[in-house]
């Protein structure tokens, strides 16, 4: 069956460090997509990346960067000189592609507070 | 499009009485989703539909819940009877499968807080 850990529960940053959330998945899929979702304050789920387990480039946005290393099964998120709205709860999910649709098994979620 | 749409956006109710969530996906999504997300268990799938169609239930809880969709463009999820331990964030969401696989991501609407007292 398949499993996201997010072993990070709380992490506290100063504004404008750098801060990396890390997501360990486990699967017996050969092909799945791992995704990023944010969840704010205001509560509703914010769509951040899909990436399918047969690109393992890193991909860049902004501020915000990803690193999946399928050796280690990880699919890690870093923010670049965070800011106070980057305060959220962030959530690594996995769906495997027998699912059909996005059946999504999620993580934990990391609280991330990004003080001034 | 508005996105999914989910009503309403909060509910209280007493125990023992029935709840209904409802839930509109987007137009031309396939597959329709009911997440549950509470501060033990984190957020976690209830029941998907693939064109109306009950596809994977063993995530609803007990008997006590029940999920229908009697068309493409309508989804409810319900609680009979309701118990304090049902108060959660109930979240709903669809997405479209092409040829080559799921779309790119599960679209959320903005979910139904409920609390049973």
């Known amino acids: 069956a398949q499993k996201v850990t997010q072993a990070q529960t709380e992490i506290s940053v100063v504004e404008k460090e750098d801060v990396t959330l890390d997501c360990v998945y486990e699967t017996r899929d050969t092909t799945y997509y791992l995704f990023w979702y944010k969840q704010p304050p205001s509560g509703e789920l914010v769509f951040l990346i899909r990436?399918?387990?047969?690109?393992?480039q890193n991909e860049i946005s902004g501020r915000y960067s990803w690193n999946f290393q399928k050796s280690t099964s990880s699919f890690n998120f870093t923010i670049t000189a965070s800011q106070v709205v980057d305060s959220a709860v962030y959530f690594c999910?996995?769906?495997?592609?027998?699912?059909?649709?996005?059946?999504?098994?999620f993580g934990g979620g990391t609280r991330l507070m990004v003080k001034p | 499009d508005a996105g999914v749409i989910q009503s309403p956006r909060h509910e209280v109710t007493e125990m023992g009485q029935e709840v209904t969530l409802r839930c509109k996906p987007i137009?031309?999504?396939?597959?329709l989703f009911w997440y549950r997300q509470t501060m033990m268990r984190g957020l976690e799938l209830l029941i998907y539909?693939?064109?109306?169609?009950?596809?994977?239930d063993s995530g609803m809880p007990e008997d006590r819940f029940s999920a229908k969709m009697p068309n493409a463009s309508f989804s409810t999820l319900k609680i009979q009877p309701s118990e304090p331990r049902d108060s959660a964030v109930y979240f709903c969401?669809?997405?479209?499968?092409?040829?080559?696989?799921?779309?790119?991501?599960?679209?959320f609407g903005q979910g139904t807080r409920l609390t049973v007292v």
């Open positions: 137009s031309g999504h396939d597959y």
């Open positions: 999910a996995l769906s495997e592609v027998w699912n059909a649709g996005n059946m999504l098994t």
């Open positions: 969401a669809s997405d479209h499968r092409g040829t080559g696989g799921p779309n790119t991501e599960a679209f």
């Open positions: 990436r399918n387990s047969f690109d393992e």
């Open positions: 539909f693939n064109n109306n169609v009950p596809i994977d």
